[in-house]
Structure formats: structure tokens, C-alpha cells
């Protein structure tokens, strides 16, 4: 398969901004991709060389590509550098510089699928002396045999920069329709939700059909999408809408771990970043205690003092340095408290209902002062979960999770619903509970503020259109030190212009492709003409946050796609009485 067909589709993608119409062009590609080629196709077209949870990164600098292209192009690097600073981007600058597949020359050979793989994986793993040089020099050689539309993908891809909007929700809807039907999405999504591999549900789509996709269970090491929780403002209305009976158990501040232990054990975050190196004691202490061969749990990481007590959130978090961990380990000891089982030796649990997951994790560990299980109580009324919630705010949790006991309460890895229900002490007044939102752009401040960022503009996750929905411009909260950190934290996001999965009226000074996400509080939701969320639903016009201030906490814990949703926002507004 030659990578130009890849690049033409990619190309076409870039050029649409209508999700349907993007899914219509992949499902078209996928249908007569090479079979051996589609996993990797999959993956470039997330920028990637692998499953989302890798650790390995690409990671070129621009000025050591604009050296690849001044090479391929033969052109020289003062006039590359300074169509760079024109364009903004590497891969413009390539697609104009770069004709007809760069330097012909004897050398050259057809630019394959395989090859740019191959190509871009030794790019990945040059380390050590003179790891920038051949970097540089592995770029060159596909280069010189790339065309126009090839090199910008190529210049993309290893600078972190693949932006042609196809999310993963469209890439599985596609998938879904090229090989199966519409319908067929739900499979292909959690197939996708409890491997976190698109190119694996590719192709397994592709070889057994949308069977063996539902055919697809857990393992250990492939890391499984959170699953999340709903909320309600007062414990009544949580047990009312449980159906009288419910279990809670405390909702502990720290770091949500996914542990998966087997002859090795590692730790991923909700984000799926491989945390086994900032928590080795945990990791060491499950394996064990835990008395299955083969084991996935879920639990909190908390810190804890001499006596055990637990510390607020911002403890636990000195766990997350990259450097000087034997100290940290020493000096902020950690338990991790369990609250599911998803997986024991060979049974994919997520398939069962809550009890049988929680019968499972109480008889998997021998005893520990490390590791341990939440604590949890079955309620009846809504007095018997008061009483409950005053145990977990006196034991220094945040609240308590409510969770359903029903036969339906299985684990539904990726999904926001009512069988899991959080609840604050701080929920029963309007809007005080927080919102975790991507940051979409930015505007120059004034006064103070001048020559920095001022301002931002915010969005909720669509989940269903796949698109991020601006929901406020958030100018508040930010202390002098965030503001000037602020453009070194989005580097490597910005964009040129709107990214085709950001739905905005607005216009920034600068735009952001969604990656970073900032935990933020409010007054109220209101109808706004400006803003986008829920907009769909409401028939004209969206929801704006009113008086939102940034609370200081960077959620580096969840991805763009994990942030608060514009359902959830719609419904929060319709719970006080919004459109009534």
C-alpha cells in the first residue's frame, strides 16, 4: 500500500468540516485499504504509531524538520526557516517546498505504508549520541521520495501536529459502517473501550467481521476506558433514583489508578499514562498481596500520614514529578484503596453486575497496610446514606459514590450514566460543584495582563457530534505565576486556525487544539447566543457558564475527551429549571 493513498484521504478529511462527511470519506477508504495496511492506518490518522497508552512519543523539534525539508527540498535553510515563520506549521511548509517527490534521484523507491512505518519507528526510538542527527536524516530519506501532500502528513505526524479532525468516535463510526453497518457502532465503541487499540477493533473489524469484534474481552496490559458517574444535588434524590437501594461507598481525593497486574504490574491513569514509576510501592505491594495470577482493579491513590490519616489531594500529587521519586516515595507514602475488579484470571468481570465485581476484589488480596478496599455500606433510605456521607466527610473524603446493585450494573468502560452517582457536601447549592473544561484559545490581556494571555476560551465535550462545544471565556482565578507559565503549558497545541472538531462563534487572538483541561466553577448555566453547548438540543442558540473562575487545579489526570460534557451541562440546566 502506498502511503500517498493514505495522504490523499487525509487531505480530503482536512478539506471537510462535516463529521458525517468525514465519516463517509474514511468508511470509503477503509473498504478498499489493504487489509495489512489498515492497523497503521488507523493509527497515523490519530497521529500515532501505536495504542493511545505507548509512552513512546515521536517528538521532533521544528527546526530539526525544517532541516529534513531544507535537505529534501534542496533548498536552503534560511529561506525554509523563513517560510516556517510565514506558515506556522512544517508540514505547509514541505507541502510547498517539496514537488513531485522531492530528489530523484537513483536512490530512490516507491514511499510504502510499510516503509513510512518502519521509518517513523526509528525516528521514535533514536536515543543517546547523535539521536537528533539521525533523526533528522531518517526524515530525509522519506522525504526525498515524498510528494507534496505525503510530506506535510510526514512533517505532521512527527512533530505531534496530525490534525485533520478525525476524532476516534469517527474513526469507530467509520469503521462501524465500512465493514458492518450504523448500528454496529456500540460494539465497535466498546470494543474500543475495553482494549483502548483502534487499530486492533480495525483489524479484528476487518478479518472476522463485527462478530468477532463482539467477541473482543479484557486483557491484562491493554489498559480499559474509565468507567464514569453521574451526579445529583441531594442524597434523597440518589437514592430515590437508585430504586430505594443502592451501596456507597467513600469518594476518596487522590489519583484514580488502573492497576494490572501479571508476572509484572502496571499502573495506568484515567489518561492511560503509565504511572507505575511514580507509585513503585503500590505496584510491588499489589502484586503481592493480590492472590489471582492474572488481575485488572480500579482504586484511588491517596496520600497518607504517620497514622494512616488521609492527606488532601495536592500531597498525593508530588507523586506525579518526573525526578527525585525514591524521595517522593519516602517522604508522601501513599494506600490505594480498590473499588472494582474488572478482570481475574481469564474472566472478563466488566460483564457482571457490581456484586459479583465487588465479591471478586474482596477475595482476591491478603492482608496489607498498603492496598486495601473502599469502604463501603449498603443504604436503604435516604437517612441511612446521610449517615453514611457524614462517616466519609469525618474520615477527610470529598463525598461518597453512590452505585447501583441492579442486575443492569455492569461495568461500562468509557460511559457517563446513573449507575454510578457521585455527591458532594457542596452540591446542594446552585452550581458549586466544578467543571472540567478543554481550553480552545486564548485572548491577549490588557492593563496588567498586556503582552500575555488574558483570558481563555472554554468547551465541553459532544460526545455524540465528537466535537468540542465552547461553554464560557474563563478570565478569572489566574494568579501572575499560571499566566506567565501559560504559553509554555500549550506549546505544541496552538493551531492557525479553528480545529475542525472546536464549535465556536467566538473568534480568539490564538486557537488551541483540545488537549489541556482546567477545572473551573460557576455561578449558573445560561441560554447564551455565543456559546455552543448543547446548542443542538435547544434549538437555537447554546449554554454558557455565568462567572466562572478557574479553582487553580489542572486536571493533567484526564484527556480532552474526559472533561465535563454538554449533556451533562444540559442537564444540570434542566435540573434547576433551566428551559421550564
Same mark, same amino acid.
Given at each position: 500500500?502506498?502511503?500517498?493513498?493514505?495522504?490523499?484521504?487525509?487531505?480530503?478529511?482536512?478539506?471537510?468540516?462535516?463529521?458525517?462527511?468525514?465519516?463517509?470519506?474514511?468508511?470509503?477508504?477503509?473498504?478498499?485499504?489493504?487489509?495489512?495496511?489498515?492497523?497503521?492506518?488507523?493509527?497515523?490518522?490519530?497521529?500515532?504509531?501505536?495504542?493511545?497508552?505507548?509512552?513512546?512519543?515521536?517528538?521532533?523539534?521544528?527546526?530539526?524538520?525544517?532541516?529534513?525539508?531544507?535537505?529534501?527540498?534542496?533548498?536552503?535553510?534560511?529561506?525554509?526557516?523563513?517560510?516556517?515563520?510565514?506558515?506556522?506549521?512544517?508540514?505547509?511548509?514541505?507541502?510547498?517546498?517539496?514537488?513531485?517527490?522531492?530528489?530523484?534521484?537513483?536512490?530512490?523507491?516507491?514511499?510504502?505504508?510499510?516503509?513510512?512505518?518502519?521509518?517513523?519507528?526509528?525516528?521514535?526510538?533514536?536515543?543517546?549520541?547523535?539521536?537528533?542527527?539521525?533523526?533528522?536524516?531518517?526524515?530525509?530519506?522519506?522525504?526525498?521520495?515524498?510528494?507534496?501532500?505525503?510530506?506535510?502528513?510526514?512533517?505532521?505526524?512527527?512533530?505531534?501536529?496530525?490534525?485533520?479532525?478525525?476524532?476516534?468516535?469517527?474513526?469507530?463510526?467509520?469503521?462501524?459502517?465500512?465493514?458492518?453497518?450504523?448500528?454496529?457502532?456500540?460494539?465497535?465503541?466498546?470494543?474500543?473501550?475495553?482494549?483502548?487499540?483502534?487499530?486492533?477493533?480495525?483489524?479484528?473489524?476487518?478479518?472476522?467481521?463485527?462478530?468477532?469484534?463482539?467477541? &473482543?474481552?479484557?486483557?491484562?496490559?491493554?489498559?480499559?476506558?474509565?468507567?464514569?458517574?453521574?451526579?445529583?444535588?441531594?442524597?434523597?434524590?440518589?437514592?430515590?433514583?437508585?430504586?430505594?437501594?443502592?451501596?456507597?461507598?467513600?469518594?476518596?481525593?487522590?489519583?484514580?489508578?488502573?492497576?494490572?497486574?501479571?508476572?509484572?504490574?502496571?499502573?495506568?491513569?484515567?489518561?492511560?499514562?503509565?504511572?507505575?514509576?511514580?507509585?513503585?510501592?503500590?505496584?510491588?505491594?499489589?502484586?503481592?498481596?493480590?492472590?489471582?495470577?492474572?488481575?485488572?482493579?480500579?482504586?484511588?491513590?491517596?496520600?497518607?500520614?504517620?497514622?494512616?490519616?488521609?492527606?488532601?489531594?495536592?500531597?498525593?500529587?508530588?507523586?506525579?514529578?518526573?525526578?527525585?521519586?525514591?524521595?517522593?516515595?519516602?517522604?508522601?507514602?501513599?494506600?490505594?484503596?480498590?473499588?472494582?475488579?474488572?478482570?481475574?484470571?481469564?474472566?472478563?468481570?466488566?460483564?457482571?453486575?457490581?456484586?459479583?465485581?465487588?465479591?471478586?476484589?474482596?477475595?482476591?488480596?491478603?492482608?496489607?497496610?498498603?492496598?486495601?478496599?473502599?469502604?463501603?455500606?449498603?443504604?436503604?433510605?435516604?437517612?441511612?446514606?446521610?449517615?453514611?456521607?457524614?462517616?466519609?466527610?469525618?474520615?477527610?473524603?470529598?463525598?461518597?459514590?453512590?452505585?447501583?446493585?441492579?442486575?443492569?450494573?455492569?461495568?461500562?468502560?468509557?460511559?457517563?450514566?446513573?449507575?454510578?452517582?457521585?455527591?458532594?457536601?457542596?452540591?446542594?447549592?446552585?452550581?458549586?460543584?466544578?467543571?472540567?473544561?478543554?481550553?480552545?484559545?486564548?485572548?491577549?490581556?490588557?492593563?496588567?495582563?498586556?503582552?500575555?494571555?488574558?483570558?481563555?476560551?472554554?468547551?465541553?465535550?459532544?460526545?455524540?457530534?465528537?466535537?468540542?462545544?465552547?461553554?464560557?471565556?474563563?478570565?478569572?482565578?489566574?494568579?501572575?505565576?499560571?499566566?506567565?507559565?501559560?504559553?509554555? &503549558? &500549550?506549546?505544541?497545541?496552538?493551531?492557525?486556525?479553528?480545529?475542525?472538531?472546536?464549535?465556536?462563534? &467566538?473568534?480568539?487572538?490564538?486557537?488551541?487544539?483540545?488537549?489541556?483541561?482546567?477545572?473551573?466553577?460557576?455561578?449558573?448555566?445560561?441560554?447564551?447566543?455565543?456559546?455552543?453547548?448543547?446548542?443542538?438540543?435547544?434549538?437555537?442558540?447554546?449554554?454558557?457558564?455565568?462567572?466562572?473562575?478557574?479553582?487553580?487545579?489542572?486536571?493533567?489526570?484526564?484527556?480532552?475527551?474526559?472533561?465535563?460534557?454538554?449533556?451533562?451541562?444540559?442537564?444540570?440546566?434542566?435540573?434547576?429549571?433551566?428551559?421550564?
Amino acid at each position: 500500500m502506498l502511503f500517498s493513498e493514505l495522504a490523499n484521504t487525509f487531505d480530503r478529511l482536512e478539506r471537510t468540516g462535516g463529521r458525517l462527511e468525514m465519516t463517509a470519506i474514511l468508511a470509503d477508504f477503509f473498504r478498499g485499504a489493504d487489509p495489512s495496511g489498515l492497523r497503521d492506518s488507523v493509527y497515523l490518522s490519530q497521529g500515532r504509531l501505536h495504542p493511545e497508552y505507548f509512552p513512546q512519543e515521536l517528538g521532533m523539534a521544528d527546526k530539526l524538520v525544517l532541516r529534513s525539508i531544507s535537505m529534501a527540498a534542496a533548498k536552503p535553510y534560511d529561506e525554509v526557516e523563513r517560510e516556517w515563520v510565514r506558515a506556522g506549521d512544517p508540514g505547509t511548509v514541505a507541502e510547498s517546498l517539496i514537488k513531485g517527490g522531492g530528489q530523484t534521484t537513483l536512490f530512490s523507491e516507491p514511499l510504502t505504508l510499510g516503509r513510512v512505518m518502519s521509518g517513523l519507528g526509528e525516528i521514535e526510538m533514536a536515543e543517546g549520541k547523535d539521536s537528533q542527527d539521525r533523526k533528522m536524516k531518517k526524515l530525509f530519506l522519506l522525504l526525498r521520495d515524498a510528494g507534496p501532500a505525503e510530506s506535510k502528513y510526514l512533517c505532521r505526524i512527527v512533530t505531534g501536529r496530525m490534525r485533520v479532525g478525525a476524532g476516534a468516535m469517527t474513526v469507530l463510526e467509520a469503521l462501524a459502517e465500512a465493514f458492518s453497518s450504523k448500528e454496529a457502532r456500540a460494539d465497535v465503541e466498546r470494543a474500543y473501550n475495553i482494549t483502548c487499540d483502534m487499530g486492533l477493533v480495525a483489524e479484528t473489524i476487518a478479518s472476522g467481521g463485527i462478530e468477532a469484534v463482539r467477541a &473482543m474481552r479484557v486483557s491484562v496490559g491493554s489498559p480499559i476506558k474509565v468507567m464514569l458517574a453521574e451526579r445529583l444535588p441531594s442524597v434523597g434524590q440518589i437514592v430515590e433514583r437508585m430504586g430505594g437501594r443502592c451501596a456507597m461507598e467513600y469518594k476518596y481525593d487522590g489519583i484514580r489508578v488502573q492497576a494490572h497486574i501479571g508476572r509484572e504490574v502496571k499502573l495506568y491513569s484515567r489518561r492511560l499514562e503509565d504511572l507505575t514509576p511514580n507509585f513503585p510501592d503500590v505496584a510491588e505491594e499489589l502484586r503481592r498481596a493480590c492472590l489471582a495470577k492474572e488481575a485488572i482493579v480500579e482504586g484511588e491513590c491517596v496520600a497518607v500520614d504517620g497514622s494512616g490519616a488521609m492527606l488532601p489531594f495536592q500531597t498525593v500529587t508530588h507523586r506525579r514529578k518526573k525526578h527525585g521519586m525514591d524521595k517522593a516515595v519516602e517522604d508522601y507514602p501513599v494506600r490505594m484503596f480498590m473499588f472494582d475488579m474488572l478482570y481475574r484470571d481469564g474472566e472478563d468481570l466488566t460483564v457482571r453486575p457490581l456484586p459479583e465485581r465487588r465479591a471478586a476484589l474482596e477475595g482476591a488480596f491478603g492482608p496489607s497496610d498498603k492496598v486495601g478496599l473502599t469502604s463501603m455500606e449498603i443504604v436503604e433510605d435516604a437517612a441511612a446514606g446521610e449517615r453514611f456521607f457524614s462517616t466519609a466527610l469525618a474520615a477527610r473524603c470529598e463525598g461518597v459514590m453512590a452505585k447501583s446493585l441492579k442486575p443492569e450494573s455492569v461495568y461500562r468502560a468509557g460511559s457517563r450514566g446513573f449507575l454510578w452517582i457521585k455527591y458532594k457536601k457542596d452540591y446542594e447549592e446552585a452550581l458549586s460543584d466544578t467543571f472540567d473544561l478543554a481550553v480552545v484559545g486564548a485572548f491577549y490581556g490588557m492593563g496588567k495582563r498586556a503582552g500575555k494571555y488574558g483570558a481563555l476560551l472554554m468547551a465541553a465535550y459532544d460526545h455524540e457530534a465528537g466535537r468540542y462545544c465552547t461553554v464560557c471565556k474563563l478570565g478569572t482565578g489566574f494568579d501572575d505565576s499560571f499566566l506567565d507559565g501559560l504559553p509554555s &503549558m &500549550m506549546e505544541g497545541h496552538a493551531s492557525r486556525e479553528k480545529p475542525h472538531d472546536v464549535d465556536a462563534q &467566538m473568534e480568539p487572538d490564538a486557537w488551541f487544539v483540545p488537549a489541556v483541561v482546567l477545572e473551573v466553577t460557576a455561578a449558573e448555566i445560561s441560554l447564551s447566543p455565543i456559546h455552543t453547548a448543547a446548542s443542538s438540543s435547544l434549538g437555537g442558540g447554546g449554554l454558557g457558564l455565568r462567572f466562572p473562575r478557574f479553582t487553580g487545579r489542572v486536571r493533567d489526570d484526564k484527556g480532552p475527551e474526559q472533561c465535563t460534557t454538554a449533556a451533562e451541562i444540559l442537564e444540570m440546566y434542566e435540573e434547576r429549571g433551566g428551559g421550564a
